[in-house]
T-cell receptor
Framework: DTEVTQTPKHLVMGMTNKKSLKCEQH?????MYWYKQKAKKPPELMFV???????INESVPSRFSPECPNSSLLNLHLHALQPEDSALYLC????????????FGPGTRLTVT | TQLLEQSPQFLSIQEGENLTVYCNSS?????LQWYRQEPGEGPVLLVT?????EVKKLKRLTFQFGDARKDSSLHITAAQPGDTGLYLC??????????FGTGTSLTVIP
C-alpha cells in the first residue's frame, strides 16, 4: 500500500476563518511533508517532520501551523489566510533515510476568498 | 535559484512522436525521482534511479541517471494523449531534503 490520503479534497474559506487540512499514511514512513503548489509550477516545500518532530520550516508565515500528532497523521492548521495563499496543498511521506522516494497524496485545493 | 533545471519547460507534440525531457544540476544527489502530475492531483511516482549511469525502462518510458548523479533524462517513445501532464524530477539528498525540478508541461495532441 503506497497510499497517502488527504482531506478535504476542496476547501473554500474566508480570510477570518480557521480550518485544518489532514493527511494520513500507513506505510510506516517516519518523515512527512507539506508542500504548496501553484498551477503548472513545481511544489514548494513548507514543512518537514521527522519522527514526529518538526525538522524543516521553510520560513512559512505563522498563519500556517503544522502538527504531527502521531507517526501516521499530519495536520496543517490555517488561520487568517490571504487570497494569495490559494493553491493546491500537497502532503507527502517517505522513509527517513536518505535516497528514499516520496509518496504524495491527491492534495487539497484551497481557495481563500 | 533552482537546484534542478528541467528542459524544455513546455512541449506540445503529435501522438506517436518521441520526446526527451532533461533534468540538470551542478549538485550530486543520492537518488533521483521522476513524477507525473495531472491538473488538480498529486504527483505520481514513476521511477527512482539511484546508481550513476543507471537506465530503467517502464513500458514506453526510459529513464537515465547521469554517471556523476547530477542529471537525468526521461525519454518517451510513441507518445500517447494519456502521457499528457506535468513531469517533475526531484533529487534527494541527506536529511530528507528533496529538491524539485522546474517542471516540464507535456501536451500530446491526438
Amino acid at each position: 500500500d503506497t497510499e497517502v490520503t488527504q482531506t478535504p479534497k476542496h476547501l473554500v474559506m474566508g480570510m477570518t476563518n480557521k480550518k485544518s487540512l489532514k493527511c494520513e499514511q500507513h506505510m510506516g514512513h517516519r518523515a512527512m511533508y507539506w508542500y504548496k503548489q501553484k498551477a503548472k509550477k513545481p511544489p514548494e516545500l513548507m514543512f518537514v517532520y521527522s519522527y514526529e518532530k518538526l525538522s524543516i520550516n521553510e520560513s512559512v508565515p505563522s498563519r500556517f501551523s503544522p502538527e504531527c500528532p502521531n507517526s501516521s497523521l499530519l495536520n496543517l492548521h490555517l488561520h487568517a489566510l490571504q487570497p494569495e495563499d490559494s493553491a493546491l496543498y500537497l502532503c507527502a511521506s517517505s522513509q527517513v533515510s536518505s535516497g528514499y522516494e516520496q509518496y504524495f497524496g491527491p492534495g487539497t485545493r484551497l481557495t481563500v476568498t | 535559484t533552482q537546484l534542478l533545471e528541467q528542459s524544455p519547460q513546455f512541449l506540445s507534440i503529435q501522438e506517436g512522436e518521441n520526446l526527451t525531457v532533461y533534468c540538470n544540476s551542478s549538485s550530486v544527489f543520492s537518488s533521483l525521482q521522476w513524477y507525473r502530475q495531472e491538473p488538480g492531483e498529486g504527483p505520481v511516482l514513476l521511477v527512482t534511479v539511484v546508481t550513476g549511469g543507471e537506465v530503467k525502462k517502464l513500458k514506453r518510458l526510459t529513464f537515465q541517471f547521469g554517471d556523476a548523479r547530477k542529471d537525468s533524462s526521461l525519454h518517451i517513445t510513441a507518445a500517447q494523449p494519456g502521457d499528457t501532464g506535468l513531469y517533475l524530477c526531484a533529487g534527494a539528498r541527506t536529511g530528507n531534503q528533496f529538491y524539485f525540478g522546474t517542471g516540464t508541461s507535456l501536451t500530446v495532441i491526438p
